[in-house]
């Protein structure tokens, strides 16, 4: 929904901060209150904000954010981690690819090898059939219930379909990602994510600096479930340095 730099700087404050008090809004933008305010109402009514005397803050932690916001932020940061992960990808591999906005980026990055994609992205789906249609990468769609403005579709069915496979790569996004794990914000969303690590060779998480150090409402797993990561430099990364080799991770920074 960012129709200006200011606004894109106030859509990453929040995603990161959780919440972003006016005054500290004027001082990221040097922009009047005024400014700021009509720039808070403005992402209210689009939803990706819930105001509250003095500021705004991100909707509650169990709802999901709209894919069109999730898909501004970090967007340099997000093409570089799947740059990063198609990297380890060779011809007739299978992979599972989750539903966020980070690995849709895998769209844009693939190679032109064969490959067999099943994914619960409605989004990613519709990217790669744009992109790939004269290439060899096959599409599998999970089935199950469309969430609401995520592109993605979640539930019982979805996450049944998942067991009918067994692949390669899992590419995952997350939520959250701390010592204890990884973490997403919908319960809807966390059975199929679990499906995909339980059936594929090797898990590898894509997350940006703005997922790490953080949880979210759902636990998915350990990080013993994680081969790889893939992120940026950031000081919560280099404090989980440790916890990452004693659970085998291996990390990859981009």
């Known amino acids: 929904m960012a129709s200006s730099p200011r606004q894109q700087k106030l ?16 001082r990221l933008t040097g922009s009047s209150l005024a400014t700021v305010r009509r720039d808070f109402a403005a992402m209210a009514r689009a939803g990706v ?33 799947a740059q990063r992960a198609v990297a380890l990808l060779r011809p007739g591999d299978v992979v599972f690819v989750d539903g966020g906005t980070t690995t849709a980026h895998l769209a844009a990055c693939l190679p032109p090898i064969p490959l067999r994609i099943i994914t619960n992205s ?22 199950g219930c469309l969430h609401p403005r995520s592109g993605m579709l979640v539930g019982p069915a979805a996450a049944a379909a998942v067991e009918q496979y067994r692949a390669h790569w899992a590419f995952l996004s997350v939520g959250g990602l701390t010592r204890e794990g990884l973490f997403n914000t919908t319960e ?14 090797k898990v590898v998480v894509l997350a940006d600096h ?39 991770v291996q990390c990859i920074i981009a």
């Open 210 to 248: 703005s997922k790490v150090g953080h949880t979210a409402m759902c636990w998915v797993c350990g990080l013993e479930k994680v081969d790889m990561l893939i992120t940026e430099p950031s000081a919560p990364i280099a404090q989980m340095r440790d916890k990452l080799n004693t659970s085998d």
């Open 188 to 201: 809807s969303v966390v059975e199929t994510e679990r499906r995909m690590i339980a059936y594929a060779e």
């Open 11 to 26: 859509i990453d404050a929040v995603a990161i901060r959780r919440f972003l008090q006016l005054e500290d809004a004027v």
């Open 49 to 81: 904000v819930e105001r509250f005397r003095g500021g705004v803050r991100l909707p509650q932690a169990n709802s999901m954010l709209p894919f069109a916001f999730r898909d501004q932020l970090f967007t340099e940061a997000k093409h570089r981690l």
């Open 122 to 143: 409605v989004r990613l789906a519709g990217m790669l059939d744009e992109r790939h249609q004269k290439s060899d990468v096959e599409i599998y769609l999970t089935g």
